[in-house]
Nanobody, 125 residues
Framework: QVRLVESGGGLVQAGGSLRLSCAVY????????MGWFRQAPGKEREFVGGISRTGSSTSYADSVKGRFSISRDPAENTMYLQVNSLKPEDTALYCCAANIWRVRPGVRVADYNYWGQGTQVTVSA
């Protein structure tokens, strides 16, 4: 059974940074296309960014381009989301997800097979 575990969230002031982690258990990171999503209270879950199965390409939502960066460490079986220049509107529960059949990450919730429980990011003004 594949299990994803996020960590690294917290409370940060606007303009600050965090590094979120997504550890993969029971599976091999480098065989999945991976994605990060976030969900704010009262809003739908939205795509933040993703990394391809090979790790050679990444994609991002327009709202985070230039501020967020995705990387991975196959040796640690872990994906990362570096979030910089945080804004109050970035406040959300951040979740990682894995897709077992795609090469490139999808942007829809339905594109993913496995999900983590999430880590909360709260940005104060």
């Amino acid at each position: 059974q594949v299990r994803l575990v996020e960590s690294g969230g917290g409370l940060v002031q606007a303009g600050g940074s965090l590094r979120l982690s997504c550890a993969v258990y029971g599976g091999t990171l480098s065989t999945y296309a991976m994605g990060w999503f976030r969900q704010a209270p009262g809003k739908e879950r939205e795509f933040v960014g993703g990394i391809s199965r090979t790790g050679s390409s990444t994609s991002y939502a327009d709202s985070v381009k230039g501020r967020f960066s995705i990387s991975r460490d196959p040796a640690e079986n872990t994906m990362y989301l570096q979030v910089n220049s945080l804004k109050p509107e970035d406040t959300a529960l951040y979740c990682c997800a894995a897709n077992i059949w795609r090469v490139r990450p999808g942007v829809r919730v339905a594109d993913y097979n496995y999900w983590g429980q999430g880590t909360q990011v709260t940005v104060s003004a």
